[in-house]
Nanobody
Framework: QVQLVESGGGRVQTGDSLRLSCAAS????????MGWFRQAPGKEREFVAA????????YYTNSVKGRFTISTDNAKNTVDLRMNSLKPEDTAVYYC????????????????WGQGTQVTVSS
């Protein structure tokens, strides 16, 4: 059973940086993609970023391009999301995801989800 455990959320101020990490366990396959989604209060969950298992391919939603960086360590089955220049509109619960295919993540339907970690950015 694949499990994803996130860490690194917290409360910061506008312009600050924060790094989220996610560790995957229970994998029985070698190739996969990992990503991050977020859900703000009263809003639908949205895609944030995704990375292939070897880090060679990345995708970002437009609102975070140039500010967020996703990276992976496939030896450790971990994915990080480095968030810079944070804005109040980045406030949300952030979810780590994993799927055998990148397309499933980009379609918003990855098989595996973490429990979520809260990020709050105050002005």
């Amino acid at each position: 059973q694949v499990q994803l455990v996130e860490s690194g959320g917290g409360r910061v101020q506008t312009g600050d940086s924060l790094r989220l990490s996610c560790a995957a366990s229970g994998l029985t396959f070698n190739y996969y993609a990992m990503g991050w989604f977020r859900q703000a209060p009263g809003k639908e969950r949205e895609f944030v970023a995704a990375v292939s298992w070897n880090g060679g391919t990345t995708y970002y939603t437009n609102s975070v391009k140039g500010r967020f960086t996703i990276s992976t360590d496939n030896a450790k089955n971990t994915v990080d999301l480095r968030m810079n220049s944070l804005k109040p509109e980045d406030t949300a619960v952030y979810y780590c995801t994993l799927d055998r295919t990148m397309q499933a993540i980009l379609n918003g339907r990855p098989d595996y989800w973490g429990q979520g970690t809260q990020v709050t950015v105050s002005s």
